[in-house]
C-alpha cells in the first residue's frame, strides 16, 4: 500500500459527460501528480500541483482540469467526455516535487474510467 | 528531448532463470532513471531508482539495474524468477527543465510471464 487514495476505483459514463477523479496524497507530501495511462498512448503525464499550485503541465487536454485543495488532496476533473478518454488514470504523490529536485513519486491504484 | 525505449513488450522466462527487461533512455539532462511494476489491477510500485553514484541500483525483491552512460541504458535485471515476479514492468526518466524535472516520462512497457 503506498498511502496514495484514489476514489472512485471504477466509473462509467456516457460520452458528453462530465467526472470528478479525487486523490489523498500520502501524509506529508506537498506534491499530487495525475497520469493516464491508456493502450494506444501508454503512460502519460497530466500536470503536477504543488502546494496547491500548478508546477508542471504536461499532454493535458483543454477539456480536463485539475486543483488540489488547502487539505491537500486533488481532484482531476474531465469534462465532454469522449469515447477515447476511457483510461486508467493514476494519481502520484511525493514529498516536495519543487524546481530542480526529483523526489520518488508514489501511485495511487488508479481509477478506471469507461466512457459508454 | 526525455525519452525511454523498451525492447520487447513481452519477455516469458522459466522459474528460477535470469530475467533480463531492457531499456535505453535519451535525456538532455543528467538522467534520474527509475523502475516501477504494475501488477494485474494495481498501481505502480516503485522498484529501484538511480540519480547518482553507485552505478548499480539495488532495489525491491531482489531486482538491480545498472545505469550504463556510454550506452544509454538502464536495464533491469533478477538472477532467479518467481511466479510472483509476473507483471508489467516499466521504466521511467525524469524530465527536463523545460517540462519539470518532476515529470516522469514512461517507456510502453514490458509484460513478464514467468512459466513453471
Known amino acids: 500500500d503506498s498511502g496514495v487514495t484514489q476514489t472512485p476505483k471504477h466509473l462509467i459514463t456516457a460520452t458528453g459527460q462530465r467526472v470528478t477523479l479525487r486523490c489523498s496524497p500520502r501524509?506529508?507530501?506537498?506534491?499530487v501528480y495525475w497520469y493516464q495511462q491508456s493502450l494506444d498512448q501508454g503512460l502519460q503525464f497530466l500536470i503536477q500541483?504543488?502546494?496547491?499550485?500548478?508546477?508542471a503541465k504536461g499532454n493535458i487536454l483543454e477539456r480536463f482540469s485539475a486543483q488540489q485543495f488547502p487539505d491537500l488532496h486533488s481532484e482531476l476533473n474531465l469534462s465532454s467526455l469522449e469515447l477515447g478518454d476511457s483510461a486508467l488514470y493514476f494519481c502520484?504523490?511525493?514529498?516536495?516535487?519543487?524546481?530542480?529536485?526529483?523526489?520518488?513519486?508514489?501511485f495511487g491504484p488508479g481509477t478506471r474510467l469507461t466512457v459508454l | 528531448a526525455q525519452s525511454v525505449t523498451q525492447l520487447g513488450s513481452h519477455v516469458s522466462v522459466s522459474e528460477g532463470a535470469l530475467v533480463l527487461l531492457r531499456c535505453n533512455y535519451s535525456s538532455s539532462v543528467p538522467p534520474y532513471l527509475f523502475w516501477y511494476v504494475q501488477y494485474p489491477n494495481q498501481g505502480l510500485q516503485l522498484l529501484l531508482k538511480y540519480t547518482t553514484g553507485a552505478t548499480l541500483v539495488k532495489g525491491i525483491n531482489g531486482f538491480e539495474a545498472e545505469f550504463k552512460k556510454s550506452e544509454t541504458s538502464f536495464h533491469l535485471t533478477k538472477p532467479s524468477a518467481h511466479m510472483s515476479d509476473a507483471a508489467e514492468y516499466f521504466c521511467?526518466?525524469?524530465?527536463?527543465?523545460?517540462?519539470?524535472?518532476?515529470?516522469?516520462?514512461f517507456g510502453a512497457g514490458t509484460r513478464l510471464a514467468v512459466h513453471p
Open positions: 500541483y504543488y502546494n496547491g499550485e500548478e508546477r
Open positions: 501524509s506529508g507530501d506537498l506534491s
Open positions: 521511467a526518466v525524469r524530465g527536463s527543465r523545460v517540462g519539470g524535472y518532476n515529470k516522469l516520462i
Open positions: 502520484a504523490s511525493s514529498a516536495q516535487g519543487t524546481s530542480g529536485r526529483t523526489d520518488t513519486q508514489y
